[in-house]
């Protein structure tokens, strides 16, 4: 994968849609959330064609706040999960990664709640909104326990407000950046659920 990678989401759908692309425009995934489902669902797939599933990331609860979301192979095992810490992540978004073995490795921290907020409450207004878009953007970083900082994931300015840059700031093994991608895919479909 040649970094920095795009996440970009469909502006017009009845589910929630993103792709994942590399600094040369190649296809890495594509996330669909599963509609008219008690518990949340994403599928994930190699490209738009859906041809070739990756994995699935499933809730644990139904709609609740807490919900852990795991990161589900093709053989129904988990490789890791993702859940929001609670009351401190309704200012700024705060997230909890886990391994396959349910130990706690890294947090998605939101770098910028004013960033994030403005954005919310101000980007819906028509008019108002695109200047909006275009200035506000938030950011959050993934860190390890021991503070290194694995990947930092920008809302890029855009007029419409869907466009997302993850760049790689550590290197680390193929397992652990898969899993960081997905809880991004995650994290970033729970963060434009709230607004």
């Known amino acids: 994968m040649q970094y920095p990678l795009t996440l970009n989401f469909k502006k017009i759908a009845l589910a929630k849609q993103a792709t994942l692309t590399d600094s040369n425009s190649t296809p890495i995934a594509?996330?669909?959330q599963k509609?008219?489902?008690?518990?949340?669902?994403?599928e994930v797939f190699e490209d738009k064609t859906k041809s070739k599933k990756v994995c699935s990331i499933k809730a644990n609860k139904i709609l609740d706040f807490r919900a852990a979301y795991s990161f589900i192979d093709l053989n129904e095992n988990s490789f890791g999960s993702i859940k929001r810490e609670g009351l401190r992540s309704i200012w700024k978004a705060t997230y909890l990664l886990k391994d396959a073995k349910d130990n706690h490795y890294a947090t998605i921290?939101?770098?910028n709640p004013f960033a994030k907020v403005v954005d919310t409450l101000l980007g819906g207004i028509i008019g108002v909104g695109l200047i909006v878009n275009y200035i506000f953007n938030p950011s959050y970083i993934i860190t390890t326990e021991e503070g290194k900082e694995l990947f930092?994931?920008?809302?890029?300015?855009?007029?419409?407000g869907g466009l997302f840059k993850i760049d790689k700031l550590s290197e680390l093994d193929d397992n652990e950046e898969i899993r960081c991608l997905m809880a991004t895919f995650m994290m970033i479909f729970l963060e434009k659920s709230r607004g």
């Open 30 to 32: 594509y996330a669909r």
């Open 35 to 42: 509609i008219l489902k008690f518990k949340e669902e994403l």
């Open 109 to 111: 921290r939101e770098e």
């Open 152 to 160: 930092r994931i920008t809302k890029a300015p855009s007029f419409w």
